[in-house]
């Protein structure tokens, strides 16, 4: 049982483009929702969270999108370049610190000059 | 400041021997979560632990793995008798102890491949 499910499985971009990554959760109890980048050989690192009192969160060229209703979130990624090349995570907790996340399987995101 | 540090960063066993994974926490955080990564997926939990206290072990395989974290020393995973299918990525996270709305900050990670 996927409690976080992830799409797409790998991007290809053009520098410059909009990257965007979705995902679907199934818990109604979820409350906190991350996004994670991770280079080859490196750990996850956080970019970017959000609560579900607000429908988007912006912080430079990244912004989530969220959609309680549906159970969906988004990263979008404006005008991405060649180093945002990496993998990014979807994640949920039930509570926003000291709780185990879930995550999805992972986006596979190149950008292409 | 350094941030959280696991080691070994690699480690080959063969099969049937132990693993011991290491991992000690940011200055000042208090609880520990490890996670596994197997090839193409992504992270899985297994174990959520504060100090001498294991929280939450609802991800761990119900046997041959342990994990604790003393009072002094680093966050050790144990693996006993491994197989080739616990190859994988194992990643350590930490967060301070003061609770709500607070960041768990990830390691860089050991890649265990059994043999």
């Known amino acids: 049982q996927q409690q976080v499910k992830q799409s797409p499985q790998s991007l290809i971009v053009q520098k410059g483009g909009i990257s965007i990554i979705n995902c679907a959760y199934e818990n109604t109890a979820f409350d906190y929702f991350p996004w994670y980048q991770q280079f080859p050989g490196k750990g996850p690192a956080l970019l970017i969270a959000i609560r579900p009192d607000v429908s988007e969160k912006k912080e430079g060229r990244f912004t989530i999108s969220f959609n309680k209703s549906a159970k969906q979130f988004s990263l979008h990624i404006m005008d991405s370049q060649p180093g945002d090349s990496a993998t990014y995570f979807c994640?949920?907790?039930?509570?926003?610190?000291?709780?185990?996340?879930?995550f999805g399987k992972g986006t596979r995101l190149s950008v292409i000059a | 400041n350094a941030g959280v540090m696991q080691n070994p960063r690699h480690l080959v066993r063969r099969r049937g021997q132990e693993a011991r994974l290491r991992c000690s926490p940011m200055k000042g955080h208090s609880h520990v979560y490890w996670y596994r990564q197997l090839p193409e997926e992504g992270l899985k939990f297994m174990v959520y632990l504060q100090k001498e206290n294991i929280i939450d072990e609802s991800g761990m395989p119900k046997e041959r793995f342990s994990a604790e974290f003393p009072k002094e020393g680093p966050s050790i995973l144990r693996i006993q008798q491994v197989v080739r299918g616990d190859s994988a990525a194992y990643f350590c996270?930490?967060?301070?102890?003061?609770?709500?709305?607070?960041?768990?900050?990830f390691g860089q990670g050991t890649r265990l491949t059994v043999v």
């Open positions: 994640a949920a907790s039930k509570r926003w610190g000291n709780t185990p996340l879930v």
């Open positions: 996270a930490s967060s301070p102890p003061d609770g709500a709305n607070t960041e768990a900050f």
